[in-house]
């Protein structure tokens, strides 16, 4: 018996990005923008999506795939906004994944109604490590880090505040009770993501709600100007 | 939680290439933005790979230091800290030489005949 060497050199994620591409070929035939939207547990993602989706997008239908490790509470919460809302729990049992994979997400497609909507938001697990390593076959990612969480969070997890286009700064209306630095926060993310775009919001005074709203609008519209 | 995943990720991959045959050594890549402890992911390994041909492989990791290049001032440094300007004229046109790798870069085999199956 002799060794043999065999080279390999691929990313070790490398079976997750084909079906991630996979997956972003089906949304493009339907043409349906995707957002990854992701964020440490309670920084306030399905708030944000409750706030911004009460009243309907300019001519851009919304659909929710709703990603939790068990349970259907978020889903329960936005079934009032008489949108398609499609649950995903990473695990039927007990203790599941997580994070979303592309093979989770692909899982779903059957359940999501492409043909109806034209932006697909996919609230990720709370979680700031594992899903920011996983593509699902989304076009934009997105995080919502609330003020909540402590200037350093860009330096701890820089994977993630690297990879999203877009951090939404959630909980502002808080900043008055609590010791957190907005300037010391903002300088550490220019440092970990130089010019990344963000934006100030409370979900739940509404303040800065509308630039979040015409963020997930211009996505929606990247796939028609493609189209 | 982040190295289980990387580490059914990496069994999967080495068990593709080893083709049926026992893998005695798994190398790796890791960057240093990826994050990942070196003892949590040989842990986890171990017990991925137990029922597939990669079980009982040594798992080595080449670790890379995070290694910047300024594309305006073309300053070349390692930070300590994961900061994306550059540390001589204060740019954001900074790229990354190194540090965010996460690949499998070879395996060695024994050549006997074996079956691979997938990690439970």
């Not at chain 2, 040989?42 to 040594?58: L, N, P, S």
């Amino acid at each position: 018996m002799h060794r043999t060497k065999v080279r390999i050199v691929e990313d070790a994620l490398d079976a997750n990005n084909t079906i991630a591409r996979a997956n972003r070929d089906d949304f493009d035939r339907h043409r349906v923008s995707v957002v990854n939207l992701m964020s440490a547990p309670g920084a306030g993602k399905t708030t944000l999506l409750e706030r911004a989706l009460a009243t309907p997008l300019d001519g851009v239908r919304v659909g929710v795939l709703e990603g939790d490790v068990q349970g259907s509470f978020d889903s329960d919460r936005l079934a009032s906004l008489h949108i398609p809302v499609t649950q995903l729990n990473t695990d039927p049992g007990f203790g599941g994944e997580c994070h979303l994979d592309a093979n989770m997400v692909r899982s779903a497609l059957p359940a999501l109604p492409l043909d109806e909507i034209d932006l697909l938001v996919i609230e990720n697990v709370g979680n700031l490590v594992c899903p920011a390593e996983f593509r699902v076959g989304e076009d934009a990612r997105a995080m919502v880090c609330s003020v909540t969480e402590g200037e350093d969070k860009p330096l701890k997890y820089p994977l993630m505040f690297r990879t999203c286009e877009l951090v939404v700064v959630n909980k502002i209306d808080l900043l008055p009770h609590l010791e957190f630095d907005l300037d010391k926060f903002l300088y550490h993310l220019d440092q970990v993501h130089p010019g990344v775009e963000r934006m100030l919001v409370s979900a739940r005074t509404g303040e800065g709600v509308g630039a979040w709203r015409d963020w997930l609008s211009a996505v929606a519209a990247r796939e028609t100007a493609l189209a | 939680m982040h190295e289980l995943s990387i580490a059914t990720a990496v069994v999967n991959t080495a068990c593709k290439h080893a083709d049926g045959r026992p893998v005695a050594v798994v190398s790796m890549r890791v960057g240093a933005l990826r994050g990942v402890v070196p003892d949590s992911l040989r842990f986890y390994f171990e017990i991925v790979a137990r029922d597939t041909v990669c079980e009982g492989a040594v798992l080595d990791l080449t670790e890379l230091d995070l290694e910047l290049r300024c594309g305006d001032c073309g300053c070349r440094w390692s930070p300590d800290l994961p900061i994306f300007r550059c540390r001589a004229c204060g740019g954001a046109d900074v790229a990354i030489e190194s540090g965010e790798e996460l690949e499998v870069d070879y395996i060695e085999v024994s050549e006997q005949e074996a079956q691979c199956i997938g990690p439970r």
